[in-house]
């Protein structure tokens, strides 16, 4: 995608030594584009915790480019794994990490230690590369459930989505955003809602900084009003991305989207799901039971950031003090309540039986 007419990945190899990874600091958005470069795996792993880098797709390719850097320096089979080992405890939910890492493993260990670092940083390379290929396949199988709506409207279509599944969770297109921003480039009439995303307000910091810069029309909303336009026909379909999606077709995504799914089938709003098979741990079947919550911290509910009038950029406490604060960083909608999944393969059901069709390979 692009920024102000200049291609961007979120992260990349810097073609300057052909060996340290650039990346865009998210927390800096959308006050400032700020690139970052990481030379030592220790850095990789504080970028995805501390959320430089998030979103699914993306925390899977820079923990793939961290574990390279730290070859870069231990190419030994200790290194390897213990390299690895950490950079999965980073961040628990999103299955893409430990898909990453394991297929980088799988590599490596196949490979004689003087060969590693070259494999890594080509293995790292692929995983980028195909997870651009997936999510742009994610938009053209997308874009039709857009244009069906806009074909028998009168107005512009009206999409709802939550937390940040745009280029920005992902190394280029995005997930639940590829399909509107397909829509948008093909001229259809289209209108954003874009949840604001408490706590970290990844919506209102990073879904909207993308879609203003993409010039999609959208309108930032707080969570709680999006049940309040479905009820008032406003919303026309909703659409986000997921962290992990189990094979029976549960899904976890960031807190809230829960509520977004229970409002939309009550309102009969089809509400689908973006994301691509890397995303999906074939190895479970209940989501409630079986995917791991982040409990990320109190801080970031108990703080906001924003900038001033002059500019400045500051953090100040919105609860009183001494009040305490709980912060799950994802819940799981039932796929009960799921229309459909878009993938790379085209969209299905959020069942078994739905996957298995489009990923057959999978099925044990």
């Given at each position: ?25 998210q927390t800096r958005l959308p ?44 190419p030994s089979t200790e290194a ?285």
């Amino acid at each position: 995608m692009r920024i102000d007419g200049t291609h961007y990945r979120t992260i990349w190899v810097d073609p300057a030594d052909g060996w340290s990874v650039r990346i865009i600091d998210q927390t800096r958005l959308p006050w400032q584009l700020e690139i970052l470069r990481l030379v030592e795996s220790e850095q990789a792993f504080t970028a995805i915790r501390t959320m430089q880098v998030r979103g699914a797709p993306l925390i899977g390719a820079a923990a793939a480019y961290g574990l390279a850097l730290a070859l870069r320096e231990d190419p030994s089979t200790e290194a390897i794994e213990r390299a690895a080992s950490h950079l999965a405890s980073a961040r628990p939910t999103a299955y893409n990490l430990a898909w990453a890492l394991g297929r980088m493993l799988h590599r490596l260990r196949n490979t004689a230690p003087g060969e590693r670092a070259a494999a890594a940083y080509a293995e790292a390379a692929a995983i980028a590369d195909e997870d651009v290929a997936q999510n742009e396949a994610i938009g053209r199988h997308g874009l039709p459930l857009i244009a069906a709506i806009a074909a028998r409207s009168t107005r512009p279509v009206n999409v709802l989505t939550h937390c940040n599944a745009g280029w920005l969770a992902t190394v280029d297109w995005g997930t639940a955003l590829a399909p509107i921003y397909r829509a948008h480039d093909q001229a259809i009439a289209l209108h954003v809602w874009v949840d604001e995303t408490r706590p970290r307000n990844q919506g209102a910091a990073l879904t909207a900084w993308e879609l203003g810069r993409h010039g999609v029309p959208h309108t930032v909303i707080a969570d709680n009003a999006g049940g309040h336009l479905m009820q008032h026909d406003q919303v026309d379909l909703a659409i986000v991305g997921a962290d992990r999606v189990t094979r029976t077709g549960d899904v976890a995504n960031k807190i809230g989207t829960y509520l977004k799914a229970l409002a939309a089938r009550e309102s009969a709003v089809p509400f689908w799901v973006a994301v691509p098979s890397s995303t999906i741990d074939w190895s479970i079947s209940d989501g409630l039971a079986d995917i791991p919550i982040e409990e990320r911290e109190a801080a970031e509910v108990a703080t906001i950031a924003g900038r001033t009038p002059e500019g400045s950029l500051v953090r100040v406490s919105v609860v009183p003090e001494g009040s305490c604060a709980a912060n799950p960083a994802f819940d799981v909608t039932p796929a009960r309540l799921v229309t459909g999944l878009i993938t790379e393969r085209g969209t299905c059901l959020a069942t078994a039986e739905g996957l298995a069709a489009l990923f057959p390979e999978q099925v044990l």
